[in-house]
């Protein structure tokens, strides 16, 4: 708790013996429109130096306070002290995220491979309102700790997340992948082509390491409102060993920041958003015929 000290008046022509300093303390609201006095107290005045007083009650965070001070003798009030400011320190971080107990991680240290994206995602397969120019957009995603999830059902998109959802951008996505780079929770960036049209196939290779087994990539479904496909954070191990293949059947997701119903619908952000969602009645594109499919596997020697 923050102690408040003032020095103590003097009488104007003699040394007054007994006199009590009272404290006054205000909470300053965050527009600046007023405030709330949330304490008071009083003390005995320290004669030589500067008089404290303890304040006892719970302070906000990141929050601006003011105080002022005077003192008095048998009833007998002196004049307020001028206001003194001060502002409560931000909260201290959060602690980073623990590992999450799970199988045992991989024994050997490194491992590469290709991720192979197919989509036979067409006007045969998904006839309603199809669009003229149907195509994917540049994957992007990286190797990662299990506790990590740069997206996920059910949770609010991230700015990169909205980005590569809408316009099929890699940026900021790749700002958040550099983050947990340096937070050390992310080791690969990946980043592959596109796919100019679909139905067609694109495969981006990549290195994963012991410490980071886990994998997250996605790619927009175009054009769309905010529809996208992908894996968070799917282990390419079991049983301590490297899987040697994986394959994903992927749906689509709504990033829950457009409204949009259709492939082409006009832009109409979501504020709040919603959140990351599986798409569900609005087109035949969450039909269970013709989604596409991802697979994984190891290149070995």
Same mark, same amino acid.
């Given at each position: ?88 320190? #931000? ?9 999450? /107990? ?6 050997? /240290? ?167 969602? #599986? ?23």
């Amino acid at each position: 708790m923050p102690v408040l000290a003032v020095t103590g008046p003097m009488g104007r022509f003699v040394e007054v013996m007994g006199l009590n300093l009272g404290f006054a303390l205000w909470e300053i609201a965050a527009d600046g429109s007023g405030s709330v006095l949330i304490e008071t107290g009083d003390v005995p005045m320290v004669m030589q130096g500067a008089t404290t007083y303890a304040v006892e009650s719970p302070l906000k965070v990141d929050t601006d306070y003011r105080w002022r001070a005077r003192a008095f003798l048998d009833g007998a009030y002196g004049s307020w002290s001028p206001f003194s400011h001060f502002r409560t320190a #931000l909260p201290p971080p959060p602690s980073p995220p623990s590992p999450a /107990p799970g199988p045992q991680l991989p024994t050997e /240290p490194q491992a590469r491979y290709v991720a192979v994206f197919e989509t036979d995602w067409s006007a045969a397969t998904h006839p309603i309102d199809f669009p003229d120019n149907p195509h994917f957009s540049q994957l992007i995603g990286a190797t990662h700790i299990g506790t990590v999830r740069f997206w996920d059902g059910g949770a609010i998109a991230s700015a990169g997340i909205e980005r590569m959802s809408e316009e099929g951008s890699v940026s900021p996505l790749d700002d958040e992948i550099a983050a947990a780079q340096s937070a050390g929770i992310a080791d690969t960036l990946i980043r592959g082509g596109g796919l100019p049209v679909s139905p067609g196939t694109e495969s981006v290779e990549f290195d994963v390491t012991s410490p980071f087994p886990f994998l997250t990539l996605v790619t927009m479904v175009a054009p769309s409102p905010d529809w996208f496909v992908g894996v968070s954070g799917v282990p390419l191990f079991a049983n301590g060993q490297w899987l040697n293949e994986v394959v994903y059947e992927l749906f689509p997701w709504d990033a829950g920041t457009d409204s949009g119903a259709t492939y082409e619908s006009d832009d109409a952000d979501i504020m709040p958003q919603a959140p990351i969602s #599986l798409i569900q009645g609005a087109t035949d594109l969450d039909q269970r015929r013709g989604t596409t499919v991802r697979s994984v596997h190891r290149e070995t020697d």
